[in-house]
């Protein structure tokens, strides 16, 4: 996720960092210089051009924003629920520090408590595709049972038992047991919303039908301005496939929150706050730093 000031006019005319210009340009340019020609074939050949009219592009255009706008705000939507959801994590994490003060055993308390801050970095490495165990296993018990296939479900599945087996030794009141386990439900639900969200993509007939819409509304887009705007007309193409192109290529980021683009959500940082809180509860003194941008971007 890009961290930066507001930035002024000068760096937003040429800023890169966080900008899709980067992963849109070879198409831009190509654009570009197909209007280019076109404005040049017109030159030659005006007759060619003497019919075309810009009324189709202007109804088309409008159709192709709006459809745009929708799936920019699906994508967007997906994003900040992924973002929230993570919240929820940070929230159900400290709240689980503060009840599980009544568990007598503070050695069993502390392989709860850094059980836990496993299940949020394997929950990070099973979201982004990376290997759940290498990043839970220092955090983990040893009694804690490895289901392979999904790491973060079995480390609630382990602190549940745990925390049942304190109820029925009578070492928790029944009552604090359903706090805990309401904790642990809470973790359960928002694994399983950003599990939704990484395994439903946006239905592909609209990614498809919008990007062949948009290559086609700028490849004729020049036929329809060489003749009223001249050689003016590539430089309005360019500003056009920019736009369009851009808005595409942000919601392709959007679409996944949880990858390793530079828009996307910083889960690295929240794992590291659950990380602090986890060890401050704990009495540690040393505690890792919070994560900070690199160049503008938080991981």
């Given at each position: 996720m890009i961290?930066q ?5 000068l760096?937003v005319?040429?800023t890169l960092k966080?900008?899709v210009?980067?992963?849109i340009?070879v198409?831009s340019?190509l654009?570009?210089l197909?209007a ?6 017109e030159t030659?050949h005006?007759a060619?051009?003497s ?10 255009g409008l ?8 799936r920019?705000?699906?994508?967007y939507?997906?994003w900040?629920e ?5 919240g ?9 520090i503060?009840?599980?003060v009544a568990i ?12 836990l801050c496993g299940?949020?970095h394997a929950?990070n490495?099973?979201l982004?595709?990376?290997?759940e165990?290498?990043v ?5 018990a040893?009694?804690?049972p490895?289901v392979?296939h ?5 480390i609630l599945?382990?602190t549940?038992?745990v925390?049942s ?17 309401q904790?642990l439900?809470?973790?359960t639900d928002?694994q399983?919303i950003?599990e939704?969200?990484k395994?439903?993509?946006?239905p592909?007939p609209?990614t498809l039908?919008l990007?062949r ?6 490849i004729l887009l020049?036929?329809a301005m060489a003749e009223p ?12 496939s920019?736009?369009?192109?851009g808005l595409d ?19 690295d ?6 990380e602090?809180?986890?060890?401050g ?12 941008p690199m160049?503008y971007?938080?991981?």
């Open positions: 961290v000031n507001q930035p002024n006019m760096r005319m040429f966080g900008s210009a980067k992963r340009v198409r340019l654009v570009t197909l280019s020609l076109i404005v040049l074939i030659q005006p060619f051009f019919k075309v009219n810009a009324t189709p592009f202007t109804l088309l159709s192709l924003s709006i459809f745009m706008s929708f920019n705000n699906a994508c939507d997906r900040w992924g973002r929230k959801t993570w929820v994590i940070i929230i159900e994490m400290r709240t689980f503060r009840e599980s007598p055993d503070q050695a069993l308390r502390e392989s709860l408590l850094r059980n299940f949020a929950l490495a099973r982004r595709n990376e290997d165990l290498s839970a296993q220092p955090w983990l040893n009694d804690v490895i392979v999904n790491i973060s479900d079995g599945q382990h549940g038992k925390c087996q304190l109820a029925e030794d009578k070492l928790i009141s029944e009552w604090r047991y359903i706090l805990l386990e904790r439900s809470a973790f928002a399983g950003c939704r969200i395994a439903t993509p946006i592909f609209y039908l990007h819409t948009i290559y086609i509304f700028c020049p036929f705007l001249g050689w003016i007309a590539p430089i309005f193409t360019l500003i056009v920019y736009t369009f192109f290529a942000i919601s392709n980021e959007l679409e996944d929150p949880f990858g390793r683009d530079e828009n996307d959500l910083p889960t940082a929240m794992v590291r706050v659950v602090r809180d986890v060890l509860a704990l009495g540690c003194k040393d505690l890792p730093p919070p994560l900070q160049g971007v938080l991981s």
